[in-house]
């Protein structure tokens, strides 16, 4: 079993709709989470960055941490084409900066 | 900001050759990662260094596989002898860790734009 699990998709969805994204993990010291987004050709960059369980909010991307059920989501609102992207999760036990485990991405694309 | 360089962005080789992936980490940053990414197995860590020491090489996937880090602007990942299997997309990838003392700081990782690589 992966440390990491996450649905590879794709997922496609009409523009203005709410996404959801999520992931689950086995390894209960992971207290560092993130997500990462990756358009075609390029390297992922990270979106959300989020310490150990609670909610945070950036513009229309919501990031959420369940510790207790081992679950991460991230949701996006009002979904537009430039969307479009692979969104990878991602978390470590130590820090944002040093050695973090991804999960394989869930490829997402809005239609206009 | 000039971001994580890395060279060349795609190589096409025939198996058996040596092949050796180049990259420029952020400058002030101290610590530096390779990625292999295939459709197959995700996003995979190979190595990374710290202070440019190797701190964990145990996804490097065999001998065949070594990278160094001479000094804290440059590091090569070298595969010699390349086979078919190898193909995939690789990345490097900078953080710093400055700041790190405060638990939750965010410290992200910055990643290049990736090699291509075909072996053939």
């Known amino acids: 079993q992966k440390e990491v699990e996450q649905d590879p998709g794709p997922l496609s969805v009409p523009e203005g709709a709410i996404v959801s994204l999520n992931c689950t993990y086995s390894n209960s010291a992971f207290q560092y989470f993130m997500w990462y987004r990756q358009y075609s050709r390029k390297g992922p960059e990270l979106l959300m960055y989020?310490?150990?369980?609670g909610n945070k909010e950036d513009g229309r991307f919501t990031a959420q941490v369940d510790k207790s059920s081992k679950y991460i989501s991230l949701f996006i609102r009002d979904s537009q084409p430039s969307d479009s992207a692979t969104y990878l999760c991602a978390m470590s036990p130590y820090s944002s900066a040093s050695k973090i485990i991804f999960g394989s991405g869930t490829r997402l694309s809005i239609r206009p | 900001d000039a971001g994580v360089i890395q060279s060349p962005r795609h190589e096409v080789t025939e198996m058996g050759q040596e092949v050796t992936l180049r990259c420029k980490p952020i400058?002030?940053?101290?610590?530096l990662f390779w990625y292999r990414q295939t459709m197959m197995r995700g996003l995979e860590l190979l190595i990374y260094f710290n202070n440019n020491v190797p701190i964990d090489d145990s996804g490097m996937p065999e001998d065949r596989f070594s990278a160094k880090m001479p000094n804290a602007s440059f590091s090569t990942l070298k595969i010699q002898p390349s086979e078919p299997r190898d193909s995939a997309v690789y990345f490097c990838?900078?953080?710093?860790?400055?700041?790190?003392?405060?638990?939750?700081?965010?410290?992200?990782?910055?990643f290049g734009d990736g090699t291509r690589l075909s072996i053939l």
């Open positions: 990838a900078s953080s710093s860790s400055a700041g790190s003392r405060v638990t939750n700081s965010n410290q992200p990782q910055h």
């Open positions: 400058s002030g940053h101290d610590y």
């Open positions: 989020t310490y150990s369980s």
